[in-house]
T-cell receptor, first 111, second 117 residues
């Protein structure tokens, strides 16, 4: 079953703007990860945040985690056309070492 | 350093047939996981192989089976294909964390697009 649920499902922005995506999950987790997928091909790992962390940065990416609300957000700052892709959150629940993906966000960055 | 490689890239089969998909993990990785991704959905976990054994399995019927070889490469077999098996099949590899297979930072192949007619 799907663990993560992203919101919104589709986002269209102008180049240079920021893009924010949210993800909610249902069970306690060990960590939460974000992946990017271009044109329905392989996924690329972007960033991992552990359950005892609240915020993490990597380049133009900022991830937050609120375990009390069981939610996470991914912010892409100063978006570029190359950021056009689908973004998935994935969780590793406690006691279950399998990665569960959400349904994904389609982000289109208009040049 | 080669990443995760999958073959074939595309495959067309008819209902009832059997299919075998192949995956070579990233160099240095010994754990392979398989995912099924239907159009417009997120990947669904099928199973994970480590030390040539199936270690975890998702909610997939026995028609889905796999194998891992001594060189860590892996195969996914699907028997008695159904139309609903049409999907992108993704292989992901990872190493060990504290001497156990980890799901932190998976490396994915480009997938095999399977169409069942």
């Amino acid at each position: 079953s799907q663990q993560g649920e992203e919101d919104p499902q589709a986002l269209s922005i102008q180049e240079g703007e920021n893009a924010t995506m949210n993800c909610s999950y249902k069970t306690s987790i060990n960590n939460l990860q974000w992946y990017r997928q271009n044109s329905g091909r392989g996924l690329v790992h972007l960033i991992l945040i552990r359950s005892n962390e609240r915020e993490k940065h990597s380049g133009r990416l900022r991830v937050t985690l609120d375990t009390s609300k069981k939610s996470s957000s991914l912010l892409i700052t100063a978006s570029r056309a190359a950021d056009t892709a689908s973004y998935f959150c994935a969780t590793v629940p406690y006691g279950n070492n399998r990665l569960a993906f959400g349904k994904g966000n389609q982000v289109v960055v208009i040049p | 350093d080669a990443g995760v490689t999958q073959s074939p890239t595309h495959l067309i089969k008819t209902r009832g047939q059997q299919v075998t998909l192949r995956c070579s993990p990233k160099s240095g990785h010994d754990t392979v996981s398989w995912y099924q991704q239907a159009l417009g959905q997120g990947p669904q976990f099928i199973f994970q192989y480590y030390e040539e054994e199936e270690r975890q399995r998702g909610n997939f019927p026995d028609r889905f089976s796999g194998h891992q070889f001594p060189n860590y490469s892996s195969e996914l077999n699907v028997n008695a294909l159904l139309l609903g098996d049409s999907a992108l099949y993704l292989c992901a590899s990872s190493g060990l964390l504290q001497q156990a297979p980890t799901n932190e930072k998976l490396f994915f192949g480009s997938g095999t697009q399977l169409s069942v007619l």
